[in-house]
């Protein structure tokens, strides 16, 4: 007792602060204020926070200052390909953008070949000819080539490999002759023919005749437009500020939004769900009892995949049910409602579990007394039983919300991965990691962390308030009571106040508290 | 009292049912996006398509999504890049769909025989190369696929029920004798490689656990080495240690589009500009 008052005596200051009010009109606010907070979220335009994709940092760009040239518009083609182009036969080819004047092709030995347009050359100020120009360019494809190389072998892992750099636009290599600047159908392309092509063949006839694959004769073509370097704009420092702010534009938050819906509405069920299922299992026989309680409680020992493969199997067009429901409208598989439904299935045992945990716990006798008064069951329950469980209901409400929010197996198995539309932030996170996105997966990550903190403080704060409240269950009593004079009532209060009990003190005082003030209200 | 009780449950009702209305009324666009406004007198301006594409195309597909949206306005729903497998699953389940493209013959069978997809509209768009990837300066040497049997350290493998690259690499390792199985399922590993395999969901998974570093190496398509960072080409595996690598692409049979997914395979395998991109991400067209 001691300690209780200690403890009191502690919490004293917070709570002149926050008046003490009854349980259920802290139940109301609390709905109220997380109602408004959850409009506000979702009244901002999900679209506005869809990711922007803006231009990436020009990395495709370099020039060397003291050469005086530079290159731009740098592409890498990993691949080509050897249908003709309208009708046209190239043999092998690779694209080349109209205004592409440098070529770099990588033969299959490793060696490179440089092809320069002769009218660049003039006009970016570049000598073929001249040592420090072909290794200043050399420099320049090679940084270009890694950057834009997608992960793929690269120029400078080799610095042995020849280089050969020409004016002209065709050059010969082994059993093939790469051609550039080949115009067909209105468009450029860099070609692979054979080397020996006989006039008026066909080059993939001619190398069919020959048995050489075009396809083999280059490893990877990389193109770009060579200017003097006062036309290259200068590569932009990205300072950290920028980086983030880019990472933050581009950030797609929808996972959040998705994530935000579909639990609030779930939870939204699952909380009448959940409280009805209790209320209602409670009242049943013990053998019922202990078979709902099962049905009831499943979905939380089940693995996640299991309740969503079964849902699957009962929505999905693989069984006779889920057929017979796709005939009849009900096609929920891969949407939207369908993550609902999945987190309604996940979160529902937690909020039954807690709400019925609570309900056991209440004074029995207490209820029968409501009942010898000619209460109602279903008075009982709203008047009664929700009030005085309500901290555990919150707190089952509570941790129903994070699962919800958390849940991952069930979801991705029968509504899927749709950005926008069932991408939860779990979802979000694995696929974002798997697609290599580890920066964004951490953001996530962050996010869900700070949500469970969150979540976590909210249940601390709150089962310590609605624990004081116990506590100084007596006081909110007197003060009902002050209440209950002001309005003439004094005289049922002091027949109450003669009832008080020892050890089921605050229930009793709950009750007193209610039974007067519904006195006082009829 | 009373009233003021009232007043404030009132409240919160309408907060609740406010917030219900507005979860409703925001976005509750389910994902069968692929049959959305077919109905509508602008149907043809307003054409979504919902594309299901082999992971490996993850990177390279956006682009011509986007590329095919500027030309033509037709949009695509969030295109979903699993493993073929599980593509086919998630048609069979009733997902929504237009467009399906895989990364093997054997999936794209099992869509046509499920008729999933209109067998007349299949066509090989792409093929690709098997190679070993290593992590990027990791150092592994292989020279053969029997020195698979030699690496030190995991060997992720793509799961072959779900992952066409599994299922090659299974092939390529029963060709040297690591694999129970010559069709590359439903086999066993060698004793000398059981412990060390690891089973990827999705061939981008294999790649990015290489790249992560959790595995020593992996099998996984040459396009997927320019799509993810850290990992580079150790060993190509030769063409005939497995069956030829091709990317069948057809028309999804309950797709309310057809027409238009039709011509966006057409547009894939024929505008230049799509053929660039699929250059630069390492798809060769079939």
Known sequence: MTSCCAHTTYRTGASDIMPEAPCRHRAVQLLVALAVALLVLLGCPGRAWAADKSEQAENNAAANEEAGFGLTDFTRYNVGNGRPVKDVDLGYRYPLADDANLVAAVTADGSVLVFVDNKACDVAGFAADAESDAQALRELVEKLDENVSKGGEVLADNPGRGWTVTTATETSCGAYRVRVGVEAGGRRYVSVVPSELAEGSLPSDAADEQGVDLADALLWVDTARLVSAADVAPAAEVSPGERAASFFSELDLRPLMVSLKTSALALAVTFVLGLLAAWKTMGTSSRLKGLLDSVFTIPMVLPPTVCGFLLLLLFGQATPVGQWLIAHGVSLVFTWPAAVLSAIVVSFPLMYRTALGAFEGLDAQMLDAARTLGWSERRIFARLMLPLAWPSIAAGTVLAFARAMGEFGCTLFFAGNYAGVTQTIPIAIYFEWMSGNTDVALFWVVVVILLSFLVILFINVYTARSQRYRERGGAGVARRERKGARAGAEEAADGLEEQGGDALRIDREGLRALLLGDEEEA | ?286
């Open chain 2, 1 to 286: 009292m009373y009233a003021r009780l009232l007043t404030r449950r009132a409240a919160a009702v309408a907060c609740s049912l406010a917030l219900v209305a507005g979860i409703a009324g925001c976005s509750p666009e389910p994902a069968a996006t692929g049959s959305a406004d077919a109905a509508g007198s602008d149907a043809a301006e307003a054409v979504e398509l919902q594309i299901f594409a082999a992971n490996s195309l993850e990177k390279a597909m956006p682009e011509v999504e986007a590329l095919y949206t500027e030309q033509t306005g037709v949009t695509f729903a969030d295109t979903q890049y699993k493993g073929s497998g599980d593509l086919v699953e998630q048609m069979r389940g009733g997902a929504p769909v237009d467009v399906l493209i895989t990364a093997s013959s054997g999936t794209m069978d099992d869509a046509v025989e499920g008729e999933l997809v209109d067998d007349a509209t299949r066509q090989d768009m792409f093929v690709n190369d098997l190679v070993i990837v290593r992590g990027e300066g990791s150092g592994v040497e292989v020279g053969s696929l029997e020195d698979v049997a030699s690496v030190d350290g995991n060997i992720a493998i793509g799961e072959p029920g779900a992952v066409p690259a599994g299922k090659y690499a299974n092939q390529s390792l029963a060709s040297v004798g690591l694999y129970s199985n010559e069709e590359g399922e439903d086999g066993e590993y060698a004793d000398s490689i059981a412990d060390k395999v690891v089973q990827a969901d999705k061939v981008g998974t294999a790649a990015q656990y290489v790249s992560t570093g959790d595995c020593a190496i992996g099998f996984v398509y040459t396009s997927d080495v320019y799509r993810y960072d850290g990992i580079e080409v150790a060993y190509t595996c030769p063409d005939d240690s497995h069956k030829p690598i091709v990317y069948p692409g057809a028309v999804a049979s309950s797709s309310e589009n057809a027409e238009a997914a039709a011509d966006f395979l057409e547009f894939c395998m024929t505008d230049e500009d799509a053929l660039a991109i699929w250059a630069e991400y390492g798809f060769e067209l079939a």
